[in-house]
């Protein structure tokens, strides 16, 4: 199989805190995981790829110091997004890539994040 | 830059009546298309990749096919539970590990 979690499922926060987003691989290791914002009715967009043990890569637009990412082992990565304001009300979905010579992603379950 | 456009935006079906999904794509050197099924308020679910063109691909009652520009996915005698938002996406040689993907198509399947 090819199953990501993430925690939690939802999440509502005031405005100026932080919030941590949690993915894992269950049953595989990902060496790459990918975040990604859904608004409404919109499709997905891609935030940042996290490769483990090194730095992120952000896209275009994508503020790093406002949208933390850790990839610290094979099967985990966070995200983290600082200074939470209302327009960071989002869904945040992650997936991650299986084998290093395969390039379906598999996606999280998502976050619903409302910021208040 | 590359595109990815899918139609129609919403396709409303009886139980029973097939149809088909458009993914046109411009890319510059394909490594690969990709439909996922995405169901309200939940993370896409992996259903096909297609690497090159001629490629066909079936599971179930959804048939995926591919072109040098686009990609089709049919399904056959829809079901209520067929009933999603269906995304195409591409992924370029040159764009390393990143997705583009489409708008969408949401699939309404009536009893």
């Known amino acids: 199989g090819a199953v990501v979690s993430q925690h939690p499922s939802r999440v509502i926060c005031k405005s100026g805190t932080s919030v941590k987003i949690e993915c894992r691989s269950l049953?595989?290791?990902?060496?790459?995981m990918f975040w990604y914002r859904q608004f409404p009715k919109q499709s997905l967009m891609l935030m940042a790829t996290?490769?483990?043990?090194?730095?992120?890569?952000?896209e275009q637009g994508v503020e790093k110091d406002k949208f933390l990412i850790n990839h610290a082992s094979l099967t985990l990565s966070t995200l983290t997004v600082t200074s939470a304001h209302p327009e960071d009300s989002s869904f945040y979905i992650c997936?991650?890539?299986?084998?290093?010579?395969?390039?379906?992603?598999?996606f999280g379950p998502g976050t619903r994040l409302t910021v208040t | 830059e590359d595109q990815v456009t899918q139609s129609p935006e919403a396709l409303r079906l009886q139980e029973g009546e097939s149809s088909s999904l458009n993914c046109s794509y411009t890319?510059?050197?394909?490594?690969?298309l990709f439909w996922y099924r995405q169901d309200p308020g939940k993370g896409p679910e992996f259903l096909f990749t297609?690497?090159?063109a001629g490629e066909e691909k079936e599971k179930e009652r959804l048939k995926a096919t591919l072109t040098k520009k686009e990609s089709f996915l049919h399904i056959t005698a829809p079901k209520p539970e067929d009933s999603a938002t269906y995304l195409c996406?591409?992924?370029?040689?040159?764009?390393?590990?990143?997705?583009?993907f489409g708008g969408g198509t949401r699939v309404l399947v009536k009893p």
């Open positions: 997936s991650a890539r299986k084998q290093i010579y395969s390039y379906e992603q598999y």
């Open positions: 049953d595989f290791q990902a060496t790459t």
């Open positions: 996290s490769n483990e043990g090194s730095k992120a890569t952000y």
């Open positions: 890319v510059s050197g394909l490594r690969g």
């Open positions: 297609l690497y090159s």
């Open positions: 996406a591409v992924q370029a040689r040159a764009a390393g590990n990143k997705l583009t």
